[in-house]
């Protein structure tokens, strides 16, 4: 919450000590309805008619409560409004000026690192325990330097900047710490390209990448409406202060705890996959990679398509229309997500590729389902004004919403006969998006490659129709006059790119587009919602459902609880992200949670996402781990959301071997390599543990917010140690394990060691990743929540 925000009073309608939300946006936009020029309102419309009731229970909320905002779904991606609209760099209350600083549920809000606001994303628990007001702890964090040198060569976008700087920096390790970017580099790189790079912290696993104010920065506020008196108000602070960068003058040498550095001259054109962000891959080698990609064993780099097989092509009719799939044919290609959207010169760079392949005869196949989601309405009006959204249109790449679509797995449905021949093939079909996450499952249940692109590449890649192909030597298509197009024909230089900007990027547009951002739209203000103070909670809706976490919550903690004999849940490898343990995508209509809405009288094109069923825990701890592309070694490496109930000797989905450890009043834990957790900062990923029975997690390394999201749920975070593993343990996770913790909270530290036990009489230290005081205290009351409610009540 903004550092402005004053604590609620203790009138009737406020709970005190609650802290005001400064900020909700409902930013998600499923695609349904895509190439039309009708598809915004017809989306729209469907998301009202599919989400009344979760748009009611936010709008009952910023009834209910004082100084609570909600800006109406479909105004944009939060991220994008609070840098182009919300965000003051410096506070002014009262004559007071002190720096703006931010935290969101969403870990993308580090995009605001690159105004110079220090922020981060942290789960929702933690929000909500902030939102009651509950001050957050960490632990100081290492701060690395990044210094970037030279110039961009002509070509190169921020998104090939961007991918670059991620592998750099998950190859250095940088979770839990701080990045900031220095050097004569920075001045070279507009705000927009700096923001990028701050959106995609979560994916290089820093808390925040962070770009001092200079002078682009005086000059984006400028241009996104901030007033003149107000630009020279955050100059003259941040002056005084030592907080103001001058790039062109010679830079004091600052101390990090350790250094990297990049000359932005040897960043080229790259994309990324095709099952991890931080996979990047250079443009001049895609087929090449792609080729090692289906020949290797499955895993991040590889689908273990036999030789045989790899030639295959899949002929089918695509409404009586002659069409055909191969492996790497592009389904999907989405100019989307919050990371690209936001940024002038890649949107318009898409459609000056959309213009040149248009005049030059060339055409998107029709069975590729093509959409762009803008962030705000701003890139609406500079795509309109520079007259180059007609050309996107033509290519099929009409705006379907704004909000976040294909990036959180709001892709929609593909054409049935598209789904068919894939299916029925075994095709190992790809989605190319501007996104910044395309983990396994994630995009769509049917593209198990998923490539991360600049726009420009993203309308390429959907011309060529596949990911199979050298740009640099084979021809994209042949054009009108009979000749082959290739890639160089299409690619706008970056001074083409520049003049457009220049020309089409105006403040009035800002201006305009945020002056009626919270006036909303016709349904959000038909929407009828009750007057009461309090919720009334309908037993039979299946969106929003009281939760569970303080049913049968006694006034005195707990305190701490050893895991004794637990059975092993799930057995897991390295990278397991916060979309294995808890997808946000469709719900597949064979998982525990389409039973429970058949169940309740859901028809299954009524089942919309989990994400947009995250008001209702039934649902969600039947989504808990229910992952398609769950790879869980009890399984011996099938691929499915099901585990072995060791017990019985059975498969079955995770939810029912939970339900039936639970019922028998066993605990559970979970093992994992490196990097648990990583992704999204979704609350579920530790919530739905926690009402699957999940006592502990054993992992090689925890991704920052899902550690401490586990903390605030009573999970035990765990750490082998150094150079150990379950494998190198000999641990097969059909043992019983029981995990050593005093009884007495004042006898656990902060990271320090315990013993696990296991019943075949295997021993091995672990280090428990309670990292402060503070969190212990969490666990000594079983989870933040019952915390903050014991102190409240306390008071």
């Given at each position: 919450m903004r550092d402005a925000m004053n604590k609620l009073g203790s009138d009737s309608n406020k709970i005190n000590p609650l802290v005001p939300v400064d900020l909700v946006i409902d930013h998600s936009v499923q695609v349904d309805v895509a190439r039309s020029e009708n598809a915004v309102q017809a989306n729209m419309e469907l998301e009202f008619q599919r989400n009344k009731e979760r748009f009611a229970f936010l709008k009952w909320g910023s009834n209910a409560f004082h100084n609570m905002l909600v800006v109406p779904p479909g105004s944009g991606i939060v991220h994008q409004v609070n840098l182009e609209y919300l965000g003051r760099v410096v506070f002014n209350t009262?004559?007071?000026?002190?720096?703006?600083?931010?935290?969101?549920?969403?870990?993308?809000?580090?995009?605001?690192?690159?105004?110079?606001?220090?922020?981060?994303?942290?789960?929702?628990?933690?929000?909500?325990?902030?939102?009651?007001?509950?001050?957050?702890?960490?632990?100081?964090?290492?701060?690395?330097?990044?210094?970037?040198?030279?110039?961009?060569?002509?070509?190169?976008?921020?998104?090939?900047?961007?991918?670059?700087?991620?592998?750099?920096?998950?190859?250095?390790?940088?979770?839990?710490?701080?990045?900031?970017?220095?050097?004569?580099?920075?001045?070279?790189?507009?705000?927009?390209?700096?923001?990028?790079?701050?959106?995609?912290?979560?994916?290089?696993?820093?808390?925040?990448?962070?770009?001092?104010?200079?002078?682009?920065?005086?000059?984006?506020?400028?241009?996104?409406?901030?007033?003149?008196?107000?630009?020279?108000?955050?100059?003259?602070?941040?002056?005084?202060?030592?907080?103001?960068?001058?790039?062109?003058?010679?830079?004091?040498?600052?101390?990090?705890?350790?250094?990297?550095?990049?000359?932005?001259?040897?960043?080229?054109?790259?994309?990324?996959?095709?099952?991890?962000?931080?996979?990047?891959?250079?443009?001049?080698?895609?087929?090449?990679?792609?080729h090692s990609c289906l020949d290797n064993k499955v895993g991040f780099k590889g689908f273990a398509v036999p030789k045989e097989a790899q030639e295959k092509v899949a002929k089918f009719s695509f409404h009586g229309q002659p069409a055909e799939l191969k492996h790497g044919s592009v389904v999907i290609a989405a100019i989307t997500s919050c990371t690209n959207t936001s940024n002038p010169s890649v949107m318009l760079g898409a459609a000056l590729v959309a213009k040149k392949a248009c005049e030059l005869g060339l055409q998107v196949k029709p069975w590729i389902k093509t959409s762009l989601a803008p962030g705000s309405g701003v890139v609406t009006k500079y795509l309109q004004k520079s007259g180059l959204q007609k050309y996107l249109n033509e290519q099929g790449f009409h705006i379907v919403g704004y909000g976040c679509t294909t990036c959180i797995g709001n892709s929609g449905e593909l054409d049935e006969s598209v789904a068919a021949a894939i299916s029925e093939n075994d095709i190992v079909a790809a989605a190319v998006l501007s996104g910044n996450r395309n983990f396994e499952g994630r995009v769509h249940p049917l593209t198990r490659a998923n490539y991360l692109a600049s726009p420009p590449l993203v309308v390429a890649y959907a011309l060529a129709g596949t990911v199979d192909i050298d740009f640099n030597k084979e021809p994209i298509a042949v054009g009108k006059d009979g000749k082959d197009v290739y890639f160089k024909d299409i690619w706008p230089s970056t001074e083409e790119i520049a003049e457009v900007v220049q020309s089409s990027v105006l403040p009035d547009m800002f201006k305009s587009t945020y002056e009626a951002i919270t006036k909303g739209n016709a349904m959000w203000n038909q929407l009828s919602v009750p007057t009461s103070k309090l919720y009334s909670w309908d037993p039979n809706s299946t969106y929003i459902h009281e939760p569970p976490y303080f049913k049968n919550?006694?006034?005195?903690?707990?305190?701490?609880?050893?895991?004794?004999?637990?059975?092993?849940?799930?057995?897991?490898?390295?990278?397991?992200?916060?979309?294995?343990?808890?997808?946000?995508?469709?719900?597949?209509?064979?998982?525990?949670?389409?039973?429970?809405?058949?169940?309740?009288?859901?028809?299954?094109?009524?089942?919309?996402?989990?994400?947009?069923?995250?008001?209702?825990?039934?649902?969600?701890?039947?989504?808990?781990?229910?992952?398609?592309?769950?790879?869980?070694?009890?399984?011996?490496?099938?691929?499915?959301?099901?585990?072995?109930?060791?017990?019985?000797?059975?498969?079955?989905?995770?939810?029912?071997?939970?339900?039936?450890?639970?019922?028998?009043?066993?605990?559970?834990?979970?093992?994992?390599?490196?990097?648990?957790?990583?992704?999204?900062?979704?609350?579920?990923?530790?919530?739905?543990?926690?009402?699957?029975?999940?006592?502990?997690?054993?992992?090689?390394?925890?991704?920052?917010?899902?550690?401490?999201?586990?903390?605030?749920?009573?999970?035990?975070?765990?750490?082998?140690?150094?150079?150990?593993?379950?494998?190198?343990?000999?641990?097969?996770?059909?043992?019983?394990?029981?995990?050593?913790?005093?009884?007495?909270?004042?006898?656990?530290?902060?990271?320090?060691?315990?013993?696990?036990?296991?019943?075949?009489?295997?021993?091995?230290?672990?280090?428990?990743?309670?990292?402060?005081?503070?969190?212990?205290?969490?666990?000594?009351?079983?989870?933040?929540?019952?915390?903050?409610?014991?102190?409240?009540?306390?008071?």
């Open positions: 009262d004559g007071m000026l002190y720096p703006d600083s931010v935290v969101g549920t969403d870990s993308h809000t580090t995009m605001i690192d690159g105004l110079g606001v220090a922020g981060w994303g942290v789960g929702g628990i933690e929000a909500e325990a902030a939102m009651l007001g509950q001050p957050m702890s960490m632990v100081l964090p290492g701060v690395v330097g990044f210094k970037l040198s030279g110039k961009l060569k002509n070509g190169v976008t921020a998104t090939d900047l961007v991918l670059t700087v991620t592998q750099m920096l998950r190859k250095h390790g940088v979770v839990g710490k701080f990045v900031e970017f220095y050097g004569d580099g920075v001045g070279e790189i507009s705000l927009a390209d700096r923001a990028t790079i701050a959106n995609m912290s979560p994916e290089y696993g820093a808390t925040m990448g962070f770009f001092p104010v200079d002078h682009v920065t005086l000059q984006y506020l400028k241009l996104t409406g901030r007033s003149d008196e107000t630009v020279a108000m955050i100059e003259k602070y941040l002056r005084a202060n030592n907080m103001f960068v001058e790039y062109s003058e010679p830079q004091q040498e600052r101390v990090y705890s350790s250094y990297l550095d990049l000359n932005l001259e040897d960043v080229e054109p790259c994309i990324s996959g095709p099952k991890r962000p931080h996979d990047r891959v250079p443009l001049r080698e895609m087929k090449v990679d792609w919550m006694t006034m005195d903690p707990p305190g701490p609880n050893g895991v004794k004999d637990a059975y092993c849940l799930l057995n897991f490898g390295d990278s397991i992200t916060t979309d294995h343990i808890s997808p946000a995508g469709s719900i597949h209509k064979d998982s525990p949670a389409a039973k429970y809405l058949v169940d309740h009288g859901v028809d299954r094109k009524d089942f919309n996402s989990y994400g947009s069923r995250r008001g209702n825990n039934e649902i969600m701890a039947r989504g808990t781990f229910a992952n398609i592309r769950l790879v869980n070694k009890l399984l011996n490496g099938e691929v499915a959301p099901k585990t072995l109930h060791i017990p019985s000797g059975e498969k079955l989905p995770v939810f029912d071997a939970a339900m039936r450890y639970k019922s028998a009043g066993v605990d559970t834990i979970v093992l994992a390599g490196a990097e648990y957790g990583s992704g999204s900062s979704r609350d579920w990923a530790a919530k739905g543990p926690m009402l699957l029975g999940v006592k502990a997690v054993i992992a090689k390394s925890f991704e920052r917010i899902h550690r401490s999201n586990l903390v605030g749920m009573g999970i035990v975070p765990l750490c082998f140690k150094s150079g150990e593993d379950a494998d190198t343990l000999g641990l097969t996770g059909h043992e019983r394990f029981t995990i050593d913790l005093p009884s007495n909270i004042n006898e656990i530290r902060p990271g320090q060691d315990v013993t696990v036990q296991t019943d075949t009489g295997k021993s091995f230290t672990c280090t428990v990743r309670f990292d402060t005081e503070v969190e212990l205290a969490y666990f000594n009351h079983g989870g933040i929540l019952p915390y903050v409610i014991r102190q409240l009540t306390n008071q």
